[in-house]
């Protein structure tokens, strides 16, 4: 029987870079459910907006550029990175925030790096600091979550043409917005944790880290745990950054007094953490290379979100995090080559050229 | 003295080898600064008082230094001369000295002065040596100004807000407004803004002078005209 002859990479995968960004677009259909259930339509308008600035941006640069525009385009990367954004940014942001963050993210994040596979940061997140920055007001404004019982009525979503009339007319939204369980912990002064749940609706009408949010959270988890399962990538660093998350969690929570910051499934659930973990963190071309580099790079941008969360200036801080951790990522590399075949240590790459 | 290539200093001094786009010296201030136009022209003048004086100063001193001693030397004129500059912008522009605060008196520590007074002055007569500092200060400035006005521009939506701090009230309406008011891009204003923006005009600059080599290199590789005869050892020049 004749056999190719087959030499390395012996792993042959018929997946291509539109296969793994299609099942990226995939997964994060639930958390987009949740979202577009508890804040409207917003969410789907931001990613809307988005996906059409960023086509836009990666054919206009790709034609300046002199690269093939159909075949990049094909590869979705412009639009994962435009519906990450969109699913970042708040529900309801004007038009043109949405238009300023996607166009940095493709044009100065992404191709003035090189483009597709040689951008040193993460585009999507360079465009949400760029808005988080530069438009702090706007980026602030979360609506409440659908349901939320507060003084008045229960709050509900904005209505579709509320919703367009806001995006694209720059209606105030004044009426809709509420603190973040995040934002509103970060503000608690002097009051147990138990007492503090008690007291702010955010909490006291949610499960476990508060009402609506907990759910953004699982529904990304579910999205996530999907991805897994597909194995577009592994579990290295999205377990190193909730593992890193949690461990500082568990050593500054002193059973709920009044300076304790937040129990671990507070962490886990707020904010950006699972959307952060299975996305953002996950991306390959910005984190570390090897498995070991990948579970440490995680671990870091968990403590890195907790210091800020608990200590910085911003209530979230997984954008930050990511960022600072994509500077160290080539530092990384260098410290955690993987082994090779037919040698035993796999020290850094001084050392083993040393033994060479 | 006639053999002084005056033409060269200046193309070197605004363009070739600019300070800012070339050298990239003295990027603290050009990034801390530039954030508004009234801003970047001050210390840019500021930059341009220190440099022409410390080159004559150098020139002048420059066969009774000796070599061991040049660079303390050098350092004291320098900041000398920023300690003049200093002192003349408190009491005549007393608001734009509080507002660029701490960057006046590093002047002193502008790399781009001391490698001109070190590279270019030392060993030139007067004329040339302060001629070269005009043109390396005003290159320096331009910069400056060109970056400052973008910042402006797009960081907070004006363009020559404030001239009055350094020209008088005669200027306390060059301002104006270019997107209304509320408007602000907050990042541009902020340092990662002014390494965009140095990043883009030093690209820009390398986009025209590569444009430039281009068209030079055409020029020349034209066919010429005359003898078409088959040459087998080498182009022709």
């Known amino acids: 029987m004749a056999r190719p002859r087959s030499s390395s990479p012996h792993t042959h995968s018929p997946r291509s870079t539109q296969w793994l960004m299609l099942q990226v677009l995939v997964a994060t259909v639930p958390g987009l459910i949740v979202l577009t259930r508890l804040f409207g339509i917003g969410t789907l308008l931001n990613i809307l907006i988005a996906s059409v600035t960023a086509i836009v941006c990666e054919a206009a640069i790709l034609k300046l550029r002199k690269r093939p525009i159909g075949f990049y385009l094909r590869d979705y990367s412009a639009l994962v990175t435009a519906v990450l954004l969109g699913l970042a940014l708040p529900p309801l942001a004007p038009w043109w925030l949405t238009v300023t963050g996607t166009a940095f993210a493709i044009i100065i994040a992404k191709h003035l790096y090189g483009g597709m596979g040689y951008n040193p940061f993460n585009p999507a997140m360079i465009g949400y600091v760029v808005l988080l920055i530069s438009f702090p007001l706007q980026m602030s404004a979360w609506l409440a979550p659908a349901g939320l019982l507060t003084d008045g009525p229960p709050a509900a979503a904005p209505d579709f043409m509320t919703s367009l009339q806001i995006v694209f007319m720059g209606n105030s939204i004044d009426g809709f917005t509420a603190a973040t369980p995040l934002d509103a912990f970060k503000h608690n002064s002097g009051l147990l944790v138990a007492q503090f749940y008690e007291q702010t609706p955010q909490f006291a009408q949610g499960h476990w880290a508060g009402f609506g949010w907990e759910w953004v959270n699982i529904a990304f988890l579910l999205g996530g745990i999907y991805l897994l399962a597909r194995k577009v990538f592994t579990w290295h660093a999205p377990v190193g950054m909730l593992a890193g998350l949690s461990v500082m969690a568990l050593f500054n929570y002193d059973g709920g007094s009044s300076t304790s910051h937040g129990s671990i499934l507070f962490h886990l659930l707020s904010g950006a953490t699972m959307f952060g973990a299975f996305f953002i963190v996950t991306d390959p071309v910005t984190s570390a290379t090897s498995h070991r580099g990948r579970f440490i790079y995680g671990v870091m941008i968990g403590v890195i979100v907790f210091l800020i969360r608990s200590w910085g200036n911003y209530p979230d801080a997984l954008a930050f995090a990511v960022l600072l951790m994509n500077f160290a990522a080539p530092f990384i590399d260098y410290y955690t080559p993987p082994r090779t075949y037919g040698h035993s240590k796999s020290g850094t790459i001084i050392h083993r050229s040393k033994e060479d | ?237």
């Open chain 2, 1 to 237: 003295m006639s053999d002084v290539a005056y033409g060269e200093i200046s193309r070197n001094g605004l363009w070739n080898n600019n300070p800012a786009l070339v050298q990239l010296l003295g990027l603290c201030p050009l990034l801390a600064v530039s954030g508004s136009v009234v801003n970047a022209l001050g210390l840019g003048l500021a930059t341009l008082a220190v440099l022409v004086g410390s080159n004559i100063a150098v020139s002048l001193i420059r066969h009774q230094v000796g070599d061991a001693i040049r660079t303390p030397a050098f350092v004291m004129i320098i900041a000398t001369f920023t300690t003049c500059t200093e002192m003349l912008m408190k009491a005549y522009t007393y608001e734009l000295y509080q507002i660029l605060g701490i960057f006046i008196p590093l002047i002193v520590t502008n790399c781009a002065i001391l490698g001109r007074a070190e590279a270019f002055a030392s060993k030139q007569p007067l004329l040339p040596a302060a001629f070269d500092g005009l043109m390396m200060g005003l290159g320096f400035g331009a910069v400056l100004l060109v970056l400052g006005a973008i910042r402006e521009i797009i960081g907070s939506g004006t363009l020559f807000a404030n001239m009055d701090l350094l020209f008088g009230p005669v200027a306390s309406n060059w301002g104006f407004e270019l997107f209304g008011d509320g408007y602000g891009f907050l990042v541009m204003i902020l340092p990662p803004g002014a390494f965009l923006v140095t990043g883009l005009l030093i690209a820009l600059k390398n986009i025209i002078d590569s444009r430039q080599q281009a068209r030079l290199a055409k020029i020349k590789t034209a066919p010429l005209k005359g003898s078409k005869r088959v040459r087998t050892t080498g182009a022709i020049q």
